[in-house]
């Protein structure tokens, strides 16, 4: 298996940045499709971004488009959420994810990371 452990959450004024990160280790990195999702109070948890093993290929949900990027970088087994343009609404815990790139089943998970967007 892979494990997954966030970092780089925090407090941050709407309009503000943050990045965060997830280290892997366990397995060999490049194999995994990588994602990140949230979970904000009272809410589903959501999709937010994925990315291809190569890092050729990214998809986002409607609700990040142009404020969030999502990257790799598997040299130092880490895969990046820079995340623009802060609003109160992205306020939830984020998560990353780790697939096999033939499945569609997101099997790893971290722990989470809290992003709190004030107003």
């Known amino acids: 298996q892979v494990q997954l452990v966030e970092s780089g959450g925090g407090l941050v004024q709407a309009g503000g940045s943050l990045r965060l990160s997830c280290a892997a280790s366990g397995r060999s990195f490049s194999r995994y499709v990588m994602g990140w999702f949230r979970q904000a109070p009272g809410r589903e948890r959501e999709f937010v971004a994925h990315?291809?093993?190569?890092?050729?290929?990214?998809v986002y949900a409607d609700s990040v488009k142009g404020r969030f990027t999502i990257s790799r970088d598997n040299a130092k087994n880490t895969v990046y959420l820079q995340m623009n343009s802060l609003k109160p609404e992205d306020t939830a815990v984020y998560y990353c994810?780790?697939?096999?790139?033939?499945?569609?089943?997101?099997?790893?998970w971290g722990q989470g990371t809290q992003v709190t967007v004030s107003s």
């Open positions: 990315i291809s093993w190569s890092g050729g290929s990214t």
């Open positions: 994810a780790a697939r096999e790139f033939f499945s569609t089943k997101y099997d790893y």
